[in-house]
């Protein structure tokens, strides 16, 4: 079992920044993919990028290519996703995941069903 608490959440003016960090509890996090992913109001939810377990691939949504960064502190339990050149259109309820991968060399994940663990959500606002 593993459990997940986003953090790191507000409102910011387009074009600023904001870094979501989010913590694991147990002693296995580095078994773990991670993920991030959002929804907005009266959307479904969406992909925005992901981590192997090692940290060393990474993939992301094209939406967000190049502006958000995914990264992970395996010593920490806890997987971080800054946020640069935010827009009106980033603003959603982020969502870190958890995915107990047993690949042999490790992979990323990047559908909801793929996850096994979900955290509450933090509110992500972005003005105009």
């Known amino acids: 079992q593993v459990q997940l608490v986003e953090s790191g959440g507000g409102l910011v003016q387009a074009g600023g920044s904001l870094r979501l960090s989010c913590a694991a509890s147990?002693?296995?996090?580095?078994?773990?993919?991670m993920g991030w992913f959002r929804q907005a109001l009266g959307k479904e939810r969406e992909f925005v990028a992901a981590?192997?377990?090692?940290?060393?691939?990474?993939y992301y949504a094209d939406s967000v290519k190049g502006r958000f960064t995914i990264s992970r502190d395996n010593a920490k339990n806890t997987v971080y996703l800054q946020m640069n050149s935010l827009k009106p259109e980033d603003t959603a309820v982020y969502y870190c995941?958890?995915?107990?991968?047993?690949?042999?060399?490790?992979?990323?994940?990047?559908?909801?069903?793929?996850?096994?663990?979900w955290g509450q959500g933090t509110q992500v606002t972005v003005s105009s």
């Open positions: 981590i192997s377990r090692s940290g060393g691939a990474t």
């Open positions: 147990g002693r296995t996090f580095s078994r773990y993919a």
């Open positions: 995941a958890a995915n107990r991968d047993t690949s042999l060399t490790g992979s990323y994940y990047i559908t909801p069903p793929e996850y096994d663990y």
